[in-house]
T-cell receptor, first 115, second 117 residues
């Protein structure tokens, strides 16, 4: 069963606008971690932001913030003030203790930032 | 800034040939992962090392894939013989637990893009 669901295959946003990329997850563990990675066309996975299941505040890293709604099992990524360089694939991933701490990735969302 | 190194960046081979990928993790990172990413999908774990020991290789097709990390530093992933379905991006990642961060974030290398003809 898919543990990470990203329902938006592709998204468009205009430069300088904010955009939200959706991610829902499925786990029975109480302790887990949620990550977002960016993958430009070059292929490298770039770490953006992390949210622990016990963190009470939403994580923020510069223009990236994570809207964590534990009861709904959602961990949406918000990018503020989009830039042309934000155009890339974005992957949500979950880390669970019973998976040996490897990451379970979603299928990704392709984001295109337009001028 | 420390990075995960991988080589080669691109590899084209014919089916039934042997291929090998190399990964050098960030210095001091005890945990090393190999992931395979098929076009249009997210990465999937092939094998995980803690130092020189295999922690998880349950998804590694052991009839044709092998991985080693002999001295607990760099690692090699081998496919023999390669099949058409092995065409994918092979990503290496490394991590270390940092108490202040509360987790061990995985940092990825640039990947090796394999094409099997």
């Amino acid at each position: 069963a898919q543990k990470i669901t990203q329902t938006q295959p592709g998204m468009f946003v205009q430069e300088k606008e904010a955009v939200t990329l959706d991610c829902t997850y499925d786990t029975s563990d109480q302790s887990y971690g949620l990550f977002w990675y960016k993958q430009p066309s070059s292929g490298e996975m770039i770490f953006l932001i992390y949210q622990g299941s016990y963190d009470e505040q939403n994580a923020t890293e510069g223009r990236y913030s994570l809207n964590f709604q534990k009861a709904r099992k959602s961990a949406n990524l918000v990018i503020s003030a989009s830039q042309l360089g934000d155009s890339a694939m974005y992957f949500c991933a979950m880390r669970e203790p019973n998976s040996g701490y490897a990451l379970n990735f979603g299928k990704g969302t392709s984001l295109l930032v337009t001028p | 800034e420390a990075e995960v190194a991988q080589s080669p960046r691109y590899k084209i081979t014919e089916k039934s040939q042997a291929v090998a990928f190399w990964c050098d993790p960030i210095s001091g990172h005890a945990t090393l992962y190999w992931y395979r990413q098929i076009l249009g999908q997210g990465p999937e774990l092939l094998v995980q090392f803690q130092d020189e020991s295999v922690v998880d290789d349950s998804q590694l097709p052991k009839d044709r894939f092998s991985a080693e990390r002999l001295k607990g530093v760099d690692s090699t992933l081998k496919i023999q013989p390669a099949e058409l379905g092995d065409s994918a991006m092979y990503l290496c990642a490394s991590s270390i637990y940092v108490a202040g961060e509360g987790t061990d974030t995985q940092y990825f290398g640039p990947g090796t893009r394999l094409t099997v003809l």
